[in-house]
């Protein structure tokens, strides 16, 4: 399956982004997906991952009570709302979807990934 992030952009500290992570075919509805992140000179982390019906989300510290995962199976995407932003948010955003439907934090359990979405958080 091919997956295309978007929804990146520019936002203030303290400001909301949404992202989108669209799928090229139905089969995405039994794919789990990951968020992850890679900042300049940074290694790529986890953000958020969702199983593949939605029952189980997963966070990274750093992210938690600001992030929200969800998807729409009818829509073949699955959201990252990101809120309360943070200069330490910058970063191209992945998105990655794994056919076990398994929501993993290990970015090497996930076989596609997008391109990324560049998210750039001023302060």
């Known amino acids: 399956v091919q997956l295309q992030a978007s929804g990146g952009g520019l936002a203030q500290a303290g400001g909301s982004l949404r992202l989108s992570c669209a799928a090229s075919?139905?089969?995405?509805?039994?794919?789990?997906v990951g968020w992850f992140r890679q900042a300049p000179g940074k290694e790529r982390e986890f953000v958020a991952a969702?199983?593949?019906?939605?029952?189980?989300?997963r966070y990274a510290d750093s992210v938690k009570g600001r992030f929200t995962i969800s998807r729409d199976n009818a829509k073949n995407t699955v959201y990252l709302q990101m809120n309360s932003l943070e200069p330490e948010d910058t970063a191209v955003y992945y998105c990655a979807g794994d056919r076990t439907g398994y929501a993993y934090i290990a970015s090497r359990q996930y076989e596609s990934w997008g391109q990324g979405t560049l998210v750039t958080v001023s302060s």
């Open positions: 075919a139905s089969t995405f509805r039994s794919y789990s």
């Open positions: 969702i199983d593949w019906n939605g029952g189980s989300t």
